[in-house]
């Protein structure tokens, strides 16, 4: 799997788009043909008139009459009627087929948005099954998954065009959406409402698997970080506890502040910062330095960490898999 | 009416003794304070032209900047800060502060004329809106100016514009600033109605009035019942900032989705507000260059009407993804599929009129023919939207960028632009060069074809709006790059009109009274007209007075030589609602700074507000109060009038 899909809505990777992409299709044909004859109407009867000119020229003109021409307004709205009949019927059908969401999802997420991250919280069967991770959201290939939406701070929305349309995430309300992805893939995500300073850089990945490597990804998702092997890993952890588990949280540490992302599989994670940084030693390092020259205006502060501080954090993160 | 005057009223000629006796009566008094006092409606309109155009010069500036962010992937021209105060004042000031404004002036300088009337129902109120846009638009740009502009979209979605989450000054302006041109819109809008229902000339009948009375009356009607329900929410957001009440903050109790409500049923309203009016200026233009009356102008008034009605039921096509239950859902967009059909009657009725016409082609023409294409590509894409699980892909795309841009520039500036080419004539006398005329519409309609059209493309192609920047490797960039390079080509477009306008009030032709052939009242008046508009009330036998010859529907003709005079004092006729009877003669109003006067003080208590400065709210309150007593003051001029003969309504 390499790259995220880009965003175009006209194809599908999923049930919910899909049925949509016929209706998306049906409107925007019927739109362009609209056009192409109104202005090839406007065009020949202009192209008709035999005066071109000035003041002088049109005080001159004859004021004509032939024919009162009503009967072009009723051909024209008769013939409009026809294909927005067609839109309507097809609107409320289609609506109807995915508005609802599923009864029995074999997957359930709780997806809140925050200023400008996702957390991801996984339900399992029992709350010890349950986990959360951040800006990425794996799911089963051909599963329905639903997702519950909140909004953390502001309103923000939630969208990933291949998978499904655009679900608000609105502070003290919940709504739903669901997805299902037919192949596995991974599909990119982004918040389309506007949620201030970092709004264009609040991407995600949808990462669908087949069901046997899903399961793999969750049960190594429910491990608990492992200890420090090295010195290095443990000077690292300190810093962890110390300065990141202010916002972080590290399961099976003491750093436990959900304020920021989950940080205890964050080396499993294609990318950071929302989806707009590769996950690579020299991107961490340089978000962790100085995150707003990536995302000018995101709550993480910088830290200023020594060379030698960076090195020790570096070496604990990586063991984070 | 107090100032009402019950007399038979004087017939006679229209002669040069009568003129100047009028011209004595209605002209401004020269000098500041006729200049701040003047409340005659073509200096207002003007005024609120002028002023608009400069906002429109502003809001492109800003949309360029915007652009050349845009250009290209990862640019950093700009800071997301920056950034964002650019788009959200780019959005207020093209909404609020040019294309409503815009539309208000061209009905100020227009309505009385084309009604045959001599001023507006309230001239003072008149002038009190204009001074008050003028004030509120100052007020909003100097948060602009100190980096504190609104900086949350120009529909400002709560908890985001909560202090919590955006602390500085930038929301106070805004809150307060709409507010305060919410003033000007509500009495303007009342002006409007009143004018059209009460000051029309003897005759002219209801079926008989031009269309683009019927925009702006069906627009101003729309504003009074929906700007309180914006200003009354930018008031509670004002309340939940400055004194922690809870009415949109969940952790209180409160309804972000409250917010949207309010703001959509004021603001899909109000996008019918800034079309309306320029489809009724095609509507009345495009015939006059096809030498034949509008095709099923009854049909177009009606469809105006129910255009109108139907847009308060729309609103929710704006919040198709808040979560709203299904069946609401479908509701709201059979609504705004349906709305289609009146719209459609309107661009029928505009072909056939030129198909069964004889244009000439003009630069106004140019304007006017072509926005019908414009007018039907922002229609479909609108059409788009309203399909529920289409526009949860659209939504908050850059398709919906390329739609508002078609509604806004291809419905509102266009017919704005050939409505200045059509009545500049009319204003200063003067015609608008022809052949510089035709560059500019060119380059306006290939710059913005070119910049807005691939829009589109890009919003299919996924690119979320209000982002400050965009990686490489999307498929945006180089559409990007179109849409910035066609959008400095359409500025040029509009710098050439608004060069034209300066070179042709220096060195324009002269224009004569009606250089067009045009139809309606206001071409009858000399070019621009006299401060009184007519010497004689004309008196109307059918829709199109000055081509009652040509067209012979009907033996009656009408009248505009010989009618009232109403030369004995600044006054007015009023006649009855539907059937234009007149019914008394009504004392206006003398020039009068009061308006200016109390929006000053406004503008003082603002300021107070906006700082929380109990003191300056003091004296802005007492300022208020000071000018409206002056306002207010019984005058002598408004009571003694000539005694009255009779003391029931006269019939002319
Ligand atoms: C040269 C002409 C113009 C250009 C290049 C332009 C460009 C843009 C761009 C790029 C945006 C999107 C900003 C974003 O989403 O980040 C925008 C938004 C907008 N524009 Fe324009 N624009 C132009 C003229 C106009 C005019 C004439 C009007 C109205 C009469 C207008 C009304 C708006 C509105 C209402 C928004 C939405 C602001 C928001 O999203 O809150 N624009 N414009
Ligand atoms: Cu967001």
């Known amino acids: 799997m390499s790259g995220a899909t880009p965003l175009g809505y006209l194809s599908s990777a999923g049930s919910r788009a899909a049925t949509i992409v016929p209706l998306t299709w049906y409107v925007l044909i019927v739109s362009i043909l609209v056009c192409v004859i109104i202005g090839a109407l406007v065009w020949i009867g202009v192209r008709r008139s035999h005066s071109s000119g000035g003041a002088a020229e049109t005080s001159a003109a004859a004021v004509a009459r032939n024919g009162n021409g009503i009967r072009w307004i009723w051909i024209g709205v008769v013939l409009t009627a026809i294909p927005l009949a067609i839109a309507l019927v097809w609107t409320v059908g289609a609506l109807a087929s995915v508005a609802g969401s599923p009864r029995r999802p074999d997957l359930l997420l709780d997806v809140t948005a925050h200023q400008w991250w996702w957390e991801v919280k996984y339900h399992g069967d029992t709350p010890s099954d349950t986990f959360a991770t951040a800006n990425e959201i794996h799911i089963p290939v051909g ?7 909140h909004g953390g701070d502001v309103i923000h929305s939630f969208w990933v065009p291949k998978l499904t349309g655009k679900t608000d995430a609105i502070p003290g309300q919940e709504n739903a959406t669901w997805l299902e992805a037919a192949g596995p893939g991974i599909y990119r995500g982004q918040c389309t409402e506007y949620c201030g300073l970092e709004h264009a850089k609040m991407g995600f990945e949808v990462i669908a698997q087949p069901a046997a490597a899903f399961e793999r990804w969750r049960t190594a998702q429910l491990q608990t970080a492992p200890p420090p092997a090295t010195p290095a890993q443990a000077r690292g952890l300190a810093l962890v506890q110390f300065r990141c588990g202010m916002c972080h949280a590290v399961r099976g540490t003491t750093a436990a502040s959900h304020y920021g ?3 205890t599989h964050l080396m499993s994670r294609r990318k950071i910062a929302a989806a707009t940084l590769p996950n690579n030693p020299g991107a961490l390092s340089g978000w962790i330095q100085n995150p707003q020259a990536t995302k000018p205006g995101a709550l993480m502060p910088d830290q200023h960490l020594s060379g030698q501080q960076l090195a020790d954090l570096r070496a604990y993160l990586e063991t984070l898999k | 009416m107090r100032q009402a005057v019950f007399r038979r009223p004087e017939i006679g000629d229209d002669n040069e003794m009568l003129r100047a006796r009028l011209h004595a009566i209605w002209e401004t008094a020269p000098g500041l304070k006729g200049w701040l006092g003047t409340v005659d409606h073509k200096e207002i309109g003007i005024r609120y032209i002028i002023t608009a155009f400069v906002l429109l010069a502003l809001g492109g500036i800003e949309a360029l900047v915007i652009r050349l962010q845009l250009a290209g992937p990862d640019l950093h021209l700009l800071t997301p800060e920056q950034y964002n105060e650019f788009f959200s004042t780019h959005g207020m000031t093209m909404i609020f502060l040019y294309a409503s404004p815009i539309l208000s002036g061209f009905s100020n300088y227009l309505w009385p004329l084309l009604l045959g009337s001599r001023d507006m129902a309230f001239p003072r109120m008149n002038a009190f809106s204009y001074w008050v846009f003028l004030g509120s638009a100052i007020f909003l740009y100097s948060g602009f100016l100190v980096g504190a502009g609104p900086n949350d979209g120009w529909f400002n979605y709560v908890p985001f514009a909560e202090k919590d989450y955006n602390p500085g000054f930038n929301q106070d302006f805004y809150s307060l600033g709409m507010i305060f041109l919410g003033i000007s819109t509500t009495v303007g809008a009342a002006n409007f109605i009143v004018t059209a229902f009460k000051t029309r000339a003897p005759g002219m009948s209801i079926n008989r009035i031009p269309i683009m009375i019927w925009g702006t009356l069906t627009a101003s009607a729309a504003n009074l019942v929906v700007v309180p329900a914006v200003s009354l929410a930018f008031f509670l957001l004002w309340m939940d900032r400055q004194f922690g009440t809870d009415f949109f903050q969940p952790a209180g109790g409160g309804q972000p989705l409250l917010w949207q409500h309010l703001f959509w049923i004021f603001g899909h309203p109000w996008v019918y507000a800034i079309v309306l009016p320029a489809m009724g200026m095609v509507s009345d233009g495009l015939p006059v260059f096809c030498r034949r009356p509008l095709v099923g102008h009854s049909l177009v008034a009606l469809a105006t009407v129910s255009v109108m009605i139907l847009g308060f039921g729309v609103w929710v096509h704006h919040m198709f993804a808040t979560g709203l239950p299904g069946l609401s859902l479908s509701f709201f967009s059979g609504a705004s599929i349906i709305i289609t ?8 009725a505009w072909i056939a009129t030129i198909w069964l016409g004889r244009p000439v082609i003009t630069t106004a023409f140019l304007y006017f023919a072509s926005m019908i294409l414009l007018f039907v590509i922002g229609g479909v894409s609108g059409f788009m939207t309203a399909s529920v699980p289409v526009d949860w892909q659209l939504t908050d795309t850059y398709f919906v960028v390329a739609h508002i841009h078609y509604v806004l520039i291809g419905i509102n500036v266009f017919p704005v632009v050939g409505a200045t080419y059509f009545w ?7 015609l608008m060069d022809e052949r510089l005329g035709r560059w500019g519409f060119w380059t306006m309609f290939a710059g913005f074809n070119i910049g807005f059209l691939p829009m589109h493309l890009t919003g299919l192609l996924g690119m979320p709006r209000r982002i400050w920047t965009y990686p490489a490797g999307m498929g945006w960039s180089t559409l990007n790059l ?34 067009w052939g045009g139809s309606s009242l206001e071409w009858s008046v000399s070019s621009p007209p006299p401060p009184y508009n007519f010497a004689v009330i004309p008196t109307v036998a059918s829709r199109h007075p000055l081509w009652e010859e040509a067209l012979d529907e009907s033996v009656a003709r009408t009248s505009l030589t010989r009618g009232m005079t109403l030369d004995q004092g600044k006054e007015a006729l009023h006649t009855s609602p539907m059937d234009a009877e007149p019914e008394r003669i009504v004392a206006t109003p003398e020039d009068n700074v009061a308006p200016f006067l109390l929006t000053v003080a406004m503008m003082v208590l603002f300021y107070g507000m906006l700082l929380k400065l109990w003191i300056v709210i003091g004296l802005g309150g007492l300022g208020c109060f000071a000018a409206l007593l002056m306002w207010l003051w019984p005058r002598r001029n408004l009571l003694e009038r000539a005694p009255p003969d009779r003391k029931e309504p006269v019939h002319g």
Not at chain 2, 341 to 348: D, K, L, N, Q
Not at chain 2, 424 to 430: A, I, L, S, V, W
Not at chain 2, 492 to 513: D, E, M, Q, T, W
């Open chain 1, 143 to 149: 599963r329905k998954v639903l997702v519950r939406l």
């Open chain 1, 261 to 263: 992302p989950d940080l």
């Open chain 2, 341 to 348: 059909f009146p719209s459609a009657v309107t661009v029928f």
């Open chain 2, 424 to 430: 500049f004539p009319k204003m200063t006398g003067k």
């Open chain 2, 482 to 515: 179109v849409t910035t390079l066609g959008s400095f080509l359409f500025a040029v477009g509009i710098l050439i009109f608004f060069f034209n306008v300066i070179k042709s009030l220096r060195s324009g032709a002269p224009a004569g009274a009606n250089p």
